[in-house]
């Protein structure tokens, strides 16, 4: 989608037959202004965290045509895997040829296998944790922070302590708050109205088919724009990108 004034694209529209039906704005060219024109503060750190909403990890994909009507399934969410492939870039760059460990968890299902395939095997593993406002300081000798990047500025979290020498991983915030605290019980999607607050009791959603494949193409378009790339081994992963060798992690 384009700005009728300037013909700038300002935002993609997502309308797919199995999909839920969405625009997504650009945030480095959409900003929210009030009314009166006057920019109001962004929300602190602290705030947001109590404000935000979490991203779900898993989504309901509907289908059509089958014997029994429509339905759906549960997937990952497409927001998850660009989050992810993203994310993976500055995880390969900071991990400068050694093998990476993640926390165990959801962020080990989302990172671990991808990082294990696409880095040397090693008994000394560099160490990524999760870090961010509200979370306890990370210990010393950590090499990478898995962080929040404010979805009003844009810009990433960083430690009190300027001075620390890890490697920050940018994470949407949506994202990260929901790896720091996860939610697992999802409400299902139902027709109708249900009061405010009150989740209906039904089953709970079933995981995804499949493990989880960071997004092939923001991988790739993130990692070709950092200086890092020109590295021969990272030009060696940009090289073996292809189906045949990257299929499971992409």
């Known amino acids: 989608m384009v700005c009728e004034t300037c013909n700038l694209p300002v935002a993609t529209r997502v309308d ?39 991203t779900p990890p898993f989504e309901p994909i509907a289908t059509w045509g089958g014997r029994l009507g429509p339905n759906h399934y549960w997937s990952w969410s497409p927001r998850w895997e660009a989050a992810a492939g993203q994310a993976l870039v500055h995880l390969l760059i900071a991990a400068q ?102 989740l209906r009791d039904d089953p709970l959603p079933l995981l995804p088919n499949r493990l989880f494949r960071a997004d092939r193409g923001t991988f790739q378009h993130t990692l070709v724009r950092q200086p890092a790339v020109r590295s021969p081994w990272l030009r060696t992963i940009l090289a073996n990108l292809t189906q045949s060798t990257s299929a499971g992690f992409f």
């Not at 009166?36 to 705030?47: F, K, M, N, T, V």
């Not at 093998?99 to 593993?125: H, I, M, N, Y």
């Not at 960083?158 to 920050?168: I, K, R």
Request: glycine share 8%; net charge negative.
């Open 16 to 54: 797919d037959c199995s999909l839920w039906q969405m625009v997504r704005l650009g945030s480095d060219v959409v900003h929210r202004v009030p009314a009166e024109g006057i920019h109001a503060a962004p929300l602190s750190w602290a705030e947001l965290a109590e404000t935000e909403e979490k």
């Open 97 to 198: 040829g050694q093998p990476v460990k993640v926390p165990d968890g959801l962020t080990a299902d989302v990172f671990q296998r991808a990082l294990d395939g696409l880095l040397p095997a090693d008994s000394l593993k560099r160490r990524a944790v999760l870090a961010g406002p509200g979370q306890p300081s990370p210990d010393t000798g950590i090499d990478i922070l898995l962080v929040p990047v404010h979805p009003q500025t844009g810009r990433t979290w960083t430690p009190a302590d300027p001075t620390a020498p890890a490697y920050l991983v940018p994470l949407p915030l949506g994202v990260w708050l929901w790896l720091v605290s996860p939610e697992w019980n999802l409400p299902v999607p139902a027709s109708g109205r249900t009061a405010q607050n009150v």
